[in-house]
């Protein structure tokens, strides 16, 4: 049987929020005074339950809460570059096509396509049953029920302003080089004509740089669509507090069906706060405050995990989700030495010091003590194990302080005699700052010192592409499972802040490698080899600092239905409900 939607004012949740905060403030001042041991005692579970206790849930029934300790800049797709931007905005906008549940291409907007033999003549044949978001700016353009179905018009227009720069997006080097010309044939006809042949195309479709939206509401509100964004997905914009929450509501006019052929989404809406504090965070999730948590802080986390990553009591009764990422931890440096992070960095131009630096981390140990398991160290290369292509015969970095000290020798620093201090910059996160601790006293072993730099995290993402640090921290998720999309990373013509290549490496080798690989005549097995000359290339010249690969662990409430996880991290709230 269906469920039943009633419309639910986001209002009351803002109300209820005021209790959730003091009771969550309650138990946090009460684990701090008496010690965050009274998780393992059992003391504090019984001081979450009281507050729970003085709960209404009623406003919340139907909302998906979850929070995002890290912010959101614009819920623009054209600049959506980040995890907290990529689950945001993958609930108000589709692209032409998607994943499927088994990480293979399915249709979305588009119902079906058609492709040339030579791979350069893409062919889409719309829906024509997907309706925008109703909102103000259609009304403004004249459209008297405050909205209008996507036609071929739309996607020729999205898919421009990712690359022509009219949206100054961080995806333009997703098409540039890549797409000759797009055009709408009819209002459901879109073709898109590649200068070259393209493999991965399809794929890169699925990214935010690809979903629709419409040209009334860029216009309407232009700077400022980021804050009041107009798509076609599940859930439509209701309201952004800065720093505090972001509200979605469900989409009446959404065009996906379940198997019954009921509407999707069955949820009333998605509520995501911006609790800065992971252990406010993870206590806030113990008396029911959020539906769903990605991590919990390295001091709590003793206590709810065993060695084997399975729940302890009293936690045994949540959903726990665990997959191994398509994503790769790493701190990257600055080869430009015409940029401002690299003029002085010794890191730019002593391959030797970068080399000892990747030598003198013991990722294992790491693994272990500080991420509770929750990674895999990088051994072979930086590709993910779970990712197509992936080979142990591609080298690696093992530890070795012997051998740090040797290169550190060699690039002029006998034992770091004579190298000054280096700062490595990251976001604030309680995760990542234990983890570049944890390396910090690593490097000191050897004789490296560095200076720990952490500010917030879209301040740092923005310094990452301007080329203003020498050395940071960062990540790379896999917008799609294939090897292209990271090994585009180490492309010349991809060098930021135009593309993803942050260090700013140029290789020819790499350049002429890259290109072989992305033929559609070329097969896998043939390709996969391609990359891995890349990878072997890339781990020579040490452009990062490999750390781990990430597993993702996924906590939710126990009435949560619907949710999956899989190697790409996305969050998929279509079809989840809450019982």
């Known amino acids: 049987m269906l469920q039943k939607h009633t419309d639910i004012h986001f209002g009351q949740v803002a109300e209820q929020r005021t209790l959730k905060t003091w009771c969550s403030d309650f138990v946090l001042s009460t684990a701090q005074r008496y010690g965050l041991a009274l998780i393992a005692c059992g003391v504090l579970m019984s001081v979450v339950s009281s507050c729970v206790q003085q709960r209404d849930h009623t406003a919340d029934q139907h909302i998906f809460r979850y ?54 003549q893409w062919t889409f044949h719309l829906r024509s049953d997907v309706w925008f978001h109703p909102d103000t700016c259609f009304v403004a353009a004249g459209f008297a029920k405050g909205t209008r179905t996507v036609k071929a018009s739309d996607v020729v227009f999205s898919l421009k302003r990712v690359y022509d720069g009219s949206a100054v997006s961080t995806g333009a080097w997703v098409y540039r080089d890549r797409v000759e010309d797009i055009v709408a044939i009819d209002d459901s ?18 990214m935010p740089y690809g979903y629709i939206v419409p040209h009334e509401a860029i216009t309407f509100y232009g700077a400022d669509f980021g804050r009041h964004p107009i798509g076609t997905g599940p859930f439509r914009f209701s309201k952004w507090v800065p720093d505090v929450a972001l509200e979605l509501q469900r989409n ?71 997959a191994p990422a398509q994503s790769v931890e790493y701190y990257g440096m600055l080869l430009d030495t015409t940029l401002p992070g690299a003029k002085q960095s010794p890191l730019a131009t002593k391959r030797y010091l970068r080399q000892a630096l990747n ?114 921290r960062t990540s790379w998720i896999g917008d799609y499972p294939d090897p292209e999309n990271f090994l585009a990373l180490f492309v010349s013509a991809n060098r930021s802040p135009e593309g993803p290549n942050t260090t700013h490496l140029v290789s020819r080798r790499l350049d002429s490698l890259y290109a072989k690989a992305l033929l559609p005549s070329v097969p896998d097995s043939i390709r996969f080899g391609l990359y891995q000359q890349m990878e072997e290339e890339i781990v020579d010249q040490s452009p990062w600092i490999f750390l781990y690969h990430d597993v993702m662990v996924r906590l939710a409430q126990p009435n949560i239905r619907g949710l999956t996880i899989d190697g790409t991290g996305r969050l998929i709230l279509e079809s989840v409900s809450k019982h």
């Open 252 to 322: 009446p006019l959404y065009f996906k069906r379940n198997k019954e052929g009921g509407r999707l989404p069955y949820l009333q809406g998605v509520r995501i706060t911006f609790l800065r504090d992971t252990k406010s965070e993870f206590l806030e999730f113990l008396h029911d405050g959020y539906d769903l948590i990605t991590s919990i802080d390295g001091e709590f986390a003793p206590s709810v995990y065993d060695a084997q990553g399975k729940l302890l009591p009293p936690y045994q009764h949540y959903q726990l989700f665990r």
């Open 67 to 120: 929070n995002e300790p890290n912010g959101i800049q614009s819920l623009d797709p054209a600049v959506a570059s980040y995890q907290a931007a990529l689950w945001s905005t993958s609930q108000l906008y589709n692209g032409l096509v998607e994943l499927d549940s088994n990480l293979s291409i399915a249709p979305c907007i588009a119902r079906s396509w058609d492709v040339d033999e030579q791979g350069l």
């Open 359 to 472: 030598y003198a981390i013991d990722r294992h140990r790491i693994v272990s003590y500080v991420l509770h398991g929750k990674g895999i160290p990088t051994r072979h290369g930086f590709l993910p194990p779970s990712l197509p292509g992936y080979s142990e015969s591609v080298g690696g970095y093992g530890f070795d302080p012997d051998k740090a000290r040797q290169l550190l020798a060699q690039a002029g620093y006998p034992n770091g005699k004579g190298l000054p201090t280096l700062v490595l910059q990251l976001g604030h996160n309680p995760r990542t700052t234990s983890v570049a601790e944890a390396v910090q006293e690593q490097w000191k072993d050897v004789g490296v010192n560095v200076t720990l730099r952490l500010v917030d995290f879209p301040q740092h993402l923005k310094q990452v592409r301007s080329g203003e640090l020498p050395m940071w």
């Open 189 to 206: 006809t879109v073709r898109i004509t590649l200068a070259k042949p393209f493999a991965p195309f399809l794929a890169v479709l699925t």
